[in-house]
């Protein structure tokens, strides 16, 4: 029987509420969209840093404006969170899922980017003495939540930090971001992130297009 990830997170923070303390969470984070609704969950919980480690983002100028907005939000919405944003290498996507350029979205691919990204945030919450680690990632309807979960928590026995199971879509999750998106007035992308994903999305609206 699959994990209730969201039952498994409720019961933890009630948990972390019972203690009074207030442990640090490296959130590794993908956009704005995606975190407005996390940080409004977690945030009374938890000093939360954010990582945007996404070498997966192209081009360049989308990974900065994503980058922006995500600085945006967290302003105007009064979070006091740190932004850690590590050097843009687009080489360390495109090596870890070379021969795998033409496969669907949503398959193998997007499992290895899944776990670039898991991996440095693991990497890093060692290196800053982080009480946890998790990711934004799977609010998306279209992230797998098991795929992420597995991949963390193997990823937190390897370096020794807890890795914080969740499923953000659950609880109407998804559409709180949606709603929080347009309070905010967050730029909110048509594809997930990768050159791959931007070319099938363009490939898709073209074919409705097409049909119309």
Same mark, same amino acid.
Do not use: H
């Given at each position: 029987?699959? /994990?209730?990830?969201?039952?498994?997170?409720?019961?933890?923070?009630?948990? #972390? @509420?019972? $203690?009074? !303390?207030?442990? %640090?969470?490296?959130?590794?984070?993908?956009?704005?969209?995606?975190?407005?609704?996390?940080?409004?969950?977690?945030?009374?919980?938890?000093?939360?840093?954010?990582?945007?480690?996404?070498?997966?983002?192209?081009?360049?100028?989308?990974?900065?404006?994503?980058?922006?907005?995500?600085?945006?939000?967290?302003?105007?919405?009064?979070?006091?969170?740190?932004?850690?944003?590590?050097?843009?290498?687009?080489?360390?996507?495109?090596?870890?899922?070379?021969?795998?350029?033409?496969?669907? /979205?949503?398959?193998?691919?997007?499992?290895?980017?899944?776990?670039?990204? #898991? @991996?440095? $945030?693991? !990497?890093?919450? %060692?290196?800053?003495?982080?009480?946890?680690?998790?990711?934004?990632?799977?609010?998306?309807?279209?992230?797998?939540?098991?795929?992420?979960?597995?991949?963390?928590?193997?990823?937190?026995?390897?370096?020794?930090?807890?890795?914080?199971?969740?499923?953000?879509?659950?609880?109407?999750?998804?559409?709180?971001?949606?709603?929080?998106?347009?309070?905010?007035?967050?730029?909110?992308?048509?594809?997930?992130?990768?050159?791959?994903?931007?070319?099938?999305?363009?490939?898709?609206?073209?074919?409705?297009?097409?049909?119309?």
């Amino acid at each position: 029987m699959a /994990e209730n990830y969201g039952l498994w997170l409720e019961k933890k923070l009630d948990e #972390l @509420r019972r $203690t009074g !303390e207030k442990p %640090k969470l490296l959130l590794q984070v993908c956009c704005a969209p995606c975190s407005s609704y996390v940080f409004e969950y977690l945030a009374e919980i938890f000093e939360i840093t954010a990582f945007f480690y996404n070498p997966n983002i192209a081009p360049e100028r989308e990974f900065s404006f994503r980058l922006d907005e995500l600085r945006r939000f967290l302003d105007e919405a009064g979070y006091i969170a740190p932004v850690d944003c590590p050097p843009y290498e687009p080489r360390e996507f495109l090596d870890a899922v070379r021969g795998m350029e033409d496969l669907p /979205e949503g398959g193998e691919r997007c499992r290895i980017c899944y776990e670039l990204r #898991l @991996r440095k $945030t693991a !990497e890093a919450a %060692k290196a800053g003495g982080f009480d946890f680690f998790t990711t934004t990632l799977s609010i998306s309807p279209y992230k797998r939540a098991a795929w992420l979960n597995e991949i963390g928590i193997r990823l937190g026995e390897e370096y020794g930090v807890p890795y914080l199971r969740s499923d953000f879509k659950k609880k109407n999750g998804y559409k709180r971001s949606i709603e929080l998106s347009g309070q905010y007035g967050l730029y909110r992308q048509d594809y997930c992130g990768c050159i791959y994903s931007k070319l099938e999305s363009e490939r898709k609206r073209a074919g409705q297009a097409s049909a119309e």
